[in-house]
């Protein structure tokens, strides 16, 4: 699906405020989007707001006599790829669970033979009720997916579950179930771990060693990870600033060390685990942290800290899991193929992927990357070559290398 379509629905509720940004954040995104609401969703928001945003009509009667036959909800039903109830009210949930068909969303709902996306917003007591929750799960068990709302601080002053995400995150949720649905599941049973983003060596309690690694590339390959099928373990640098992939789980980890330590525990050693090590991982730490903040003098002209070796991430994991898959990544600044084939030999990997990191347009930071993968000998295949796209494209690029080397 180029454009997909995604037919939103609102109903009554003070979140329908983020349905609206909802509406242009899917439209950025390439979605074509068109809207429907219920009449408790009009006390809170306009329809004309929504039409604005959208530039399409919006549709909040059952019987619509400006549609084909009057039937504006068979239309609606027959186009949408994907409907999106947001924010779902606890009436709505309800009378979906039980089949009621008295309003424009619910009768669409009955009709429409696309994937159906609940996402419930309410206080958090109402949410929490065993008659809401019962409903949820009727409602999954009957092909739904209920999305988790958020939990905080809500308009009524109540804290707890019930708050409909923010409309970038509930954008990534919505992007990700398309994207699953339109991806061949080609890591269907696999389990997948990544390591991304930069590792931190305290030098004192207010001073570190570290590099400019973002963790963009790692997080794009969780995606395209998920989107794939693979049950997917992110473990992550503290210094990185991204949402969490939908469907991928986060482990936060500062140093070295403790990024070994995270993977080495959850890891299995068998052919279905796939270790892909992105992660800028410090080469040397800090011999003794000072427990102090290190004072400058004012007849001190330099300062000299003594290094020792941090363990070798991918090597270690290679030694200690044999049968699993391991796939690495080499940023160098020159020399870049004969690097890359070093370090695919000396620790034993499957595949690396090396970069070009003195190339500022994909270097650290960039929204792009371009790369070339080379495999070990035993896989009888040439290198391959991706030339510059977004880390998006590269990821689903090296997800294909990964599969074409599955056993």
């Not at 084909?68 to 669970?97: C, F, Q, Y």
């Not at 429409?112 to 309410?122: D, E, F, S």
């Not at 809500?154 to 699953?180: H, S």
């Not at 080495?264 to 800090?286: E, G, H, L, P, R």
Request: glycine share 6%; aromatic share 4%; with cysteine.
């Amino acid at each position: 699906m180029t454009h997909p379509k995604i037919l939103l629905a609102i109903t009554g509720g003070i979140s329908a405020y983020k349905s609206a940004v909802l509406a242009r954040l899917l439209i950025k995104a390439g979605c074509s989007v068109r809207v429907m609401m219920t009449d408790g969703a009009c006390e809170f928001i306009t329809p004309l707001s929504l039409q604005a945003l959208t530039g399409n009509e919006v549709h909040t009667k059952l019987l619509d006599d400006e549609a084909e036959r009057g039937m504006g909800h068979i239309e609606l039903a027959k186009w949408a790829d994907m409907v999106v109830i947001a924010p779902a009210s606890a009436n709505t949930i309800g009378k979906l669970a039980h089949g009621l068909a008295d309003n424009l969303v619910t009768t669409v709902a009955l009709a429409t033979t696309a994937p159906i996306v609940i996402v419930p917003a309410m206080n958090q007591a109402m949410y929490a009720h065993a008659i809401v929750q019962d409903n949820l799960a009727k409602l999954a068990r009957f092909g739904y997916t209920v999305l988790t709302p958020d939990s905080g601080e809500q308009a009524c002053g109540d804290v707890g579950a019930g708050r409909l995400p923010e409309p970038d995150d509930l954008c990534e949720r919505i992007l990700t179930l398309l994207a699953k649905r339109q991806t061949p599941q080609t890591l269907h049973g696999k389990k997948v771990i990544i390591t991304s983003g930069a590792t931190i060596e305290a030098i004192d309690p207010v001073r570190f060693l570290s590099n400019h690694s973002t963790g963009k590339m790692g997080f794009a390959i969780a995606r395209a990870c998920v989107n794939a099928g693979a049950d997917v373990t992110l473990v992550a640098g503290r210094a990185v600033h991204l949402p969490t992939p939908f469907g991928a789980k986060r482990l936060t980890v500062g140093t070295a060390d403790e990024m070994l330590t995270t993977c080495q525990s959850v890891m299995t050693d068998n052919s279905d685990t796939i270790f892909i090590a992105t992660a800028a991982v410090a080469d040397y730490k800090v011999k003794s942290i000072a427990t102090q903040k290190i004072k400058k003098t004012s007849d001190q002209d330099g300062l000299t800290l003594e290094l020792i070796k941090n363990p070798d991430i991918l090597a270690t994991m290679s030694h200690t899991f044999p049968k699993a898959v391991m796939v690495g990544f080499a940023a160098e600044t020159q020399d870049t193929e004969n690097y890359a084939r070093t370090k695919l030999t000396a620790k034993n990997l499957d595949m690396i992927a090396v970069n070009d990191v003195s190339d500022k347009s994909i270097g650290f930071g960039s929204d792009n990357n371009a790369m070339t993968v080379f495999f070990a000998e035993r896989y009888g295949k040439d290198k391959v070559v991706l030339d510059k796209a977004s880390k998006d494209s590269i990821a689903k690029s090296l997800v294909e290398c990964v599969v074409g080397i599955l056993p």
